[in-house]
Every structure is written in C-alpha cells, then in structure tokens.
C-alpha cells in the first residue's frame, strides 16, 4: 500500500513557501502503515497536472494532493480535476451554507467567485472545511483514491484528521510501520558506523532498515520495519534498540522528538538540581536552549554571559593573574568561571564555556575552534577542551549540544 | 530554460524532515532567471532514482539532486548515478586530500568508507566540499546537465554558492533578474498593507512584482523584476524602495540578507558604543543573536540572566520592595533592571526583559504574553509594555526582536 502527495502552485516552485504541508501528510500516512512513495511539486498548469496525475497513479493506490482550491483564477485545480475524471460540477449544499457563514462571520459579501467554492465533483465524497471556503474531495477511480485539499496547512490539517485520516482508515487495508528514532551526541557518523557495524548487519534478519540522520554535533538513527503485526514489529524494534544502547551507552540522550534540553530539564527536576551557566563563546545560547523549555523556571535560576574579561572577572571571579598566565580560553578560567557562577547564583551545577568561535581571533597555539567546557557539580568540576571547525554558528551550537549533554552525563553518573 | 530538483532519501517521505533544502535551491535558481517546473522527492531505490531522472530530463535542461551521499550503506546515490550514466569511478585527488585534512582536522581516523568519497565520476567536474566530505559532481549528458549535492543543508548551500551558481550562469544564457527586499520590523502584514496601499498599486506600470513575507515580528517585503537590462531593472527598483523608505521610516531595519543583530552591532561599532543585557522571559536570546555576529566582542561586554527573583535582586540591584509591589513583570522592576545591567557591566546601553513567555504563569491581569522592554541609554530610559500572544517561541523571539530594533531606534535618534 503506497501513497503519493502532490502539491500544486507555484509558491514552493519559487522558494517562497516551505512546503510543510508534505511533512505533516507524510507523517500522518506512515504512522497508518501507509509508505509515501514520492512527494511531486508541480505548477498549477493543466497539462502538468494530468502528467503528475498520470504518473502517481501508475506508482500508488492512493494520491493527496493539495493546494491551487483558492477562488482566484490561477487556481485551476478543481476544473482540471473535473476533466481529468471525466465528471460534472454539482452545488454541494453543506459546502454552499459554510461558505455564507464564514462570509457572514467575517461580516464580509459573498461574491459569485466564492459561491464557485461550492461546486464539488458529482462523484466525489465531499468534506466540509470548517476553516475556509475549499472543500475536500475524495474521488474514487478504477481502483486509485484521490483526496484534493486545500493548500493552507491549518485548513489542511484540520481536513485530514477530521474527515480524510478516518476515510482511509476505513477503506484501506493498512499495514503497520514502526519507527523508533535514537538520538546521540558527541560520536560523528563514520566513527559511529564502526561502532555499530555488527549490530546495522544483524539488522536485515528482521527486515529492519537503518537511517543515519547527522546534524551539527548530533546523529540520528532510524530504526524502522513494516508489517501487519503492530506488536511484533514494535517487540522487534525495541529488541534492537536496547541492544544499541548496550553498545552506545551515555552517547544516547534520547529518543524521537525529544530535545537535549527537554531531556536534561526532565532529570534536573527529577532530581530536584538546579543548573546556572557562565557563557563566553556561546554568548547565551545555552542559556537560552535551556529556557526554551515551558517550566524551566523551576531548574534555572539565570546565568552571566562574560563576553568581556573584566565581566568575567568582577561578575564570576575569575582571579586577574589566571586571565594574564592562561587567557581566557583555558582550563584554568573556564574551571573559575564554573565555580563562579554555581556559587555566586548558588545552583547545584554551573556551566561554563570559553571558546574562539571564529571567524577571527585564532593563533597557532588556539586555532578558531577551540573550546573548553567545564562543570562544577555537587561534589567535583570536569573540564574537557575540545576542537570543533571553522564555522562560528556551528562552534557555538556544537558547544552548547556538548555543555548540555555533560551535565545530563554528570548527573546519570551520580545518580546511579 | 527550465530546471527540476530531485531529493533522494526517506527523511523527507517519512515526513522527520521538512524540505528545506529545494526551497533554497528555487529561490536560487530564480534569482538566475531559471523556472523551476518540478520538485520531485523520491525514495533512495535504484530504480526509483533512475525512473525520477529520465522523467525530469524530459522536461528540464537542468536536473539539482540533493541527498543520498554520505558514507553509510543506505547512501546510493553516486553509485547509482555511475551506472545511470554508463561512467566509472576515478579518485579525486583533491576531493581525498580535502577528507584527509577534514579528518586530521578534527582529530579522527580516516577509514575506507571515508576514503571512498574521493571517488567521483569520470565525466564529472566536481567540487569539493570545504565542510563535510561528500563532493559535488556536475554532469553533462546529451544537452542536459546533471548536479548531484548532498543533503547536509549548509554543505548543500556552501557548494551551490560558490560553485554551481557560477558554473549555472557561466553555461546557461539566462535572463536577468533583480530583487530588492526591504526589512520591515513591529508592524503587521496588513496595517502594512494599508499603509502601503497606492504605492503598490503604483508598481505594475513598472512590471515590478512585491511579495509580503511574513515571519514573526517582522515583514519582510521583496521587489522583483525580470528582463535583459540589469542596470535598467536596478535602478527602477530602486527608485521604488526610495519611495518605499518616504512612506515607513523607522519602520525598516536593513535590506536583503541583513538580521537586526548585524545592522544594530553595525551602528554600535560606528557609533562607538557598547552594550548589556538584562533578560528575564527573552532567557539569554538577545545575548545569543547579538553574539551570532561576529566581532560582537567588540559591542557587547554580556548579559546577566536573571530568571530567578534573587538574581534579580543580587545581580542587577532590583530592590525587593518593587518586587514585592509590583512584580518581576512591570516597568518598574524591568527599568531597575535595564539601569542595573548598565551599570553593573559598565556600559552605554542596558536592554532589559520581563514579561510571561507562556504557556503558564498568565493572571487575567497580566496574560500570557504580557511583556516590558526597557531600555537605559547614555541620557534617557525608555520602557514599554508589549501583549504578544500564546506562544512561547514566538513571544521570545518577538520580544528580543523588538528589543534590538529600539536600541537601533533609540541610536538613530541620537545620533542624527
């Protein structure tokens, strides 16, 4: 069982328009079993439309395609649609009575162009939007399903899940599909590789695929498997899962959609911690991950970003003799700035970072890339310098990922 | 002149991530005066891949592919690109020494799997990718070229700019294209509208098109105008946002890729003034956007973040009588903080934050999104209260928004 979505107009043709409207139908379908074959964006002209419809078709038993519904006339959609199955236009009355309210409610005139909303397909099973004037349509066709609706996502949305989701549901023999999302931190992807190379072999037995997900200081694995038995394929799966944890161990911080900042939150307020940085090279952004978080207040108590030295100094502590022996991007200061700010807003754990982001500020001895970090806990301080690349957003992103996660290690650590 | 994007690989068909990267790519191609007619994403299967390719080549001259690439067994695609092309692999001795010194870079062991992503197509020119390991490859075939990138998306754009962007307008004879976006920030889409209303009108004698492009906070608005004359289609453009610059003033913070970190850190260096922060609900994102740019150090000395009430008081001197009395959100408290900042961090400009980001803390008197803003300049304070809405992220993102363009306004003030 395979699905196709086709999305018309030329919004996303021109990189205006993001196209998440995809995203959220493809998610949907997979989490019915349904796989989606291919995502066609395509013009909002006639000939392209019938080629698009033609060759979807001939790949899938079900089409989804959204957009070009609007009452202007370069969306073409519907007529084409009408001349492609070879079908009449008839006034849907439950349409007709929704698109005079939502005119009356926005105390705007109906013009003809938004009764025209109101003709649907003879032969099409016709949804109401309660959002905007287009209907959805389901047209059944030699054995093919396809579902037209309209291309504003809230509309779209609340189509789909009210009406379209159930729909298929009920006339499609869905298998199931099992996804399960690891998410690491701090192993690239080709030493990761070598890590689980055993493991990814045994995965094929089960008729498991892997997906190797890497973004800046993070790789995501996708482990995911198809089949008609939702409890096997999830006992399959998690089989696997907890034998990559055994492999993997601290390197893993969560899983799906969770976030580091989420999951670190989650353990803080678990153990009833609270966490302060001190931030130079990553200038807030910690700071500001962590507070991204609904509820943070209740693990964060604030933080002093030291961009200067003499706010490192006079804010944090740091003595002036470590600044003129080490520099600020040193063991020694990063530890006092640490130490610091974990006293001074007196927290459980205080973070610190001291960096040369780039582009500019290098030398031979601290290349741009160079980062120390260090965390003062209950009972200790761990520091570590580590050497990320050239790109400044990509430092400071990569140290932030990197401070958050040892905490989240630092705490496992002692609560175990 | 017509071209096509191809996407390979499953994050996108499972709908785990959204396309980003075709939406670069059209805006690219447009601005070289080249339609884009189809955005195709497919899965990573041979014949899928092949079925995609000789679809798009019968409609496009120029067929961008994206993904597929890394080192890892489900990456198929140059492997299957050599056979669709009847080529053979050769290594690329740039390409290898650019994954050696990528990996020495970082410290790690360069394996086979790495090693192999020296290996390109015979017929293809190919360009080497400064920040990851999979190169770039372009490849002519009949009349029809061919670009094979990855699917990191800053790898993806770094090698589009430098490279195929100019090989693209070196090979192809394409029509000129000028867009002018203007950047607009604390007035909505369609009080904009209004205010904007005859001058918009004015633009179709000049065959200049204007798209609104709404995020939150701000609105950006784009010209564009295409033809064969680029210094006739600038200067008419130009002419226009002169005209645009009469009607909104202040209103406008930059043009085209600019952010209000960069323009406002711009005045500051100009104007010789340095600047802190004091953030309460904005949690360290007003420091984390005023240090993404780089050489900030030279503007900002740092920030304190002060969430909890005690950092409040401790750090940035907030008297516990206004606390008590008026609370953490309220002018009195955020100018406390504002002078405080200025003062503790020595500087010519403290920016405060106070408000309730959500989703919990609202009363009926002050409801979610409620936030102040103050500022302490060189001779005066100014502070205002701001009702955003019921989102988190956006209220954040807003407030900081806000904040930096009325430093920006309060300079400008200044210093004319």
Redesign the interface.
Known sequence: MQAEIITIGDE?????????N?????????EEGI?????????DKRD?IFE?LN?ARDRADLIIMTGGLGPTRDDITKRTLCEYFDDDFVTDKRVLNAVKRYFESKGKQLLDVNRDQALVLKKARVAVNKLGTAPGQWIQDNDKVFISLPGVPYEMKSLMNDYFLPWIEEYFDTSFVY?K?VLTQGV????L??IINKW?DSLSLDEI???????PGKVRL?L?AVGDDEHFLKSKIDKKVRELEQLLGDIIYGYDEDTIEQVLGQLLVENKLSIS?A?SC???????M???V????RY?????????N??KQ??LGVKESTLTQYGAVSEQTVVEMALGVKQ???TDFGVATSGIA???GGTEEKPVGTVWIAIAGKENIVSRKF?F?N????N?SKTALEALNRVRKEILKQTI
Request: a positive charge; proline letters at 3%; aromatic letters at 4%.
């Open positions: 996303i043709l021109i990189g205006q328009v993001i196209d998440t995809s995203a959220f139908l493809a998610k949907k379908l997979n796989l989606v074959n291919q995502i066609t964006s395509i013009s392209h698009a060759q996804n999302t690239g992807e080709s030493r590789m070598g990814e695929k892997l997906a190797y997900l890497p973004s996708r995911s940085t931030e990553t200038g807030g952004t910690i700071a500001q962590l507070t991204s609904p509820g943070s207040s964060f108590k604030g933080s002093i970003i030291a961009y200067d003499l706010v006079e804010l001074k807003l007196n780039g582009p500019d050497l690349g790109d400044r957003g990509r400071i």
